[in-house]
């Protein structure tokens, strides 16, 4: 008896192939994950409550320093300043949940308005502790991880900060620090900093340092990212 074959037309067999090579195309493609954002567009009138669009801003309570205040381009901006205190002065931008991997890249921008005062801008790690930080310091510089990078910030001027940060593994993680202003040329620096045991973070935390000079910074474009090849972390 001889089986009868049924006829497939070409078009069909085209279109059954190609999920097999598509498929593993999409597998592999990079996924980008954030953890924390907050531009202050949308966050109401000045002095309003901050609000964020991804993530949330901490305490509940938020310290009389920090408020949201428009600008004449339109939007809005955190604000930081006081006129010094004995006490520090700490907001957390709290991520939508914990980061637990290899790689995670920080974006912010920052004016300060005098180069005699301090903020510092620090990754909390599971433990909530302080895993590394990028200080604008009370003499005009800028450190990370409490090592001077030999830059230097003017007062008045607006910096678009990157910084990113890689856990290799087997040994020391490494990070990279990018700073661009429109009045003087980009700046680029890197080090190494301890991940400890498994990389994890799960806010960025503002901070006004106690018994400092009085101080105001404007700070916008809060980022927080991560990218990766079929996990999502």
Known sequence: ???????????????LALPCVALPALAWAPRLTVF????????????????????????PV??????????????GQLKIEDGGSASAAVLDAEFKKLFKGQELDLCWTVQPFQSDAGLVVSVQD????????????????????G???????????????????????????????????????AFHATGSFDPGIGFTAHALRFTRPANDHGGKFLVDDIRVTSTSNGANY
């Open 147 to 185: 090592v001077d990078t030999g830059y230097e910030y003017e007062p008045g001027q607006t910096y678009k900060v990157h910084m990113a940060l890689k856990d290799n593994l087997a040994g020391a993680g490494s990070w990279t620090l990018d700073i661009e202003c429109s009045s003087y040329p």
């Open 126 to 145: 599971a433990g909530d502790s302080g895993l590394i930080d990028c200080g604008y310091d009370d003499d005009g510089s800028v450190d990370v991880g």
């Open 36 to 59: 924390f954002q907050a531009t202050f567009d949308t966050s109401g009138s000045p002095g309003g409550g901050l609000m964020a669009d991804v993530g949330q801003f901490q305490p």
């Open 1 to 15: 008896m001889k089986l009868l074959r049924r006829s497939i037309p070409r078009r069909a067999l085209l279109w």
């Open 62 to 75: 938020v310290p009389a320093q920090f408020s949201v205040v428009a600008v004449p381009s339109g939007g």
